[in-house]
């Protein structure tokens, strides 16, 4: 296991390997992030939370149980909250909120589901939910207080939501 921290950071990271190398890497400032990954092959998470103040603390929980799982999540305002899991194997997902009191909640179920949002502005809210096989979903919203929510089952489904103001 690979765990580095900044200085000024908490970061939990659980890491449970069975069969092969798994690695937690955690880079932020003045946030709560709990990271649980439990794994039965290679899997990665990769959190940076930059926000330092006294605004509101970034948070972000995120669970991993399968193989070959990627995770990066990159939130840089304040009050930021990201949920995430991946259970299965093969799943790739890359989160970033760039504004202030953004919300992301992530399940991906099944295998190598493939998940980008990309949020901007501040207040706004994504939701994420696919099970099945080979799904992708790709979501960008740069303005202010939008929502999307997206739900996918089966296989080989694509979702593209972008949504500007």
Known sequence: MNTSLSPRFTCQAIAMMLLAASSVHCFASDIDLA??????GASELQAYQTYAGNQGAQQA???QDGHANYLMASQSGYRNVLQAQQLGDGHVATLLQAGNDNSITLSQQGLN???????????????????????????????HGQ????????N???ATVTQRN
Request: hydrophobic share 35%; net charge positive; aromatic share 2%.
């Open 156 to 158: 080989n489904n694509v």
């Open 113 to 143: 589901q493939l998940a980008r949002i990309a949020q901007g502005g501040s207040n706004n809210s994504a939701l994420l939910l696919q099970s099945g096989s080979r799904n992708q979903a790709h979501i960008l919203q740069l303005g």
């Open 147 to 154: 929502s999307v929510t997206v739900t996918q089952s089966g």
């Open 61 to 63: 929980t995120v669970k």
């Open 35 to 40: 990271a649980d990954t439990e794994l039965f």
